[in-house]
């Protein structure tokens, strides 16, 4: 199972760290965050290979969106900077075998979510 944390209400222009932990299973070759906002269809937001080497954006948090690997911790981060109001949403961790993003079809497991709420 994949453990999505860290969300939570912050004012625009502040940070949130968001983690992804496995339990009972490793990561597969490519991890993501995804987010949904109210009334709106999923998004990508970042990606990284299994090995850490090659990390993926969108558009929208480019330059202020970080994602790494704690490989003694298995787990997977989202360091989120500068946020804006637009990225209120629940905030998704998956892993699969897929590079499919922005879809996120090639993804096989998915966390349950975790709510970042950005005020203005």
């Known amino acids: 199972q994949l453990q999505a944390s860290g969300g939570g209400l912050v004012q625009a222009g502040g940070s949130l760290r968001l983690s992804c932990a496995a339990s009972?299973?490793?990561?597969?070759?490519?991890v993501t965050w995804f987010r949904q906002a109210p009334g709106k269809e999923r998004e990508f937001v970042s990606g990284?290979?299994?090995?850490?080497?090659?990390?993926s954006y969108a558009d929208a948090v480019k330059g202020r969106f970080t994602i790494s690997r704690d490989y003694a911790r298995d787990t997977v981060y989202l360091q989120m900077n500068n946020l804006k109001p637009e990225g209120t949403a629940v905030y998704y961790c998956a892993t699969g075998r897929r590079r499919t993003w922005p879809s996120g079809d090639g993804m096989d497991y998915w966390g349950k979510g975790t709510l970042v709420t950005v005020s203005s």
């Open positions: 009972g299973r490793t990561f597969d070759l490519y």
């Open positions: 990284i290979t299994r090995g850490g080497s090659s990390a």
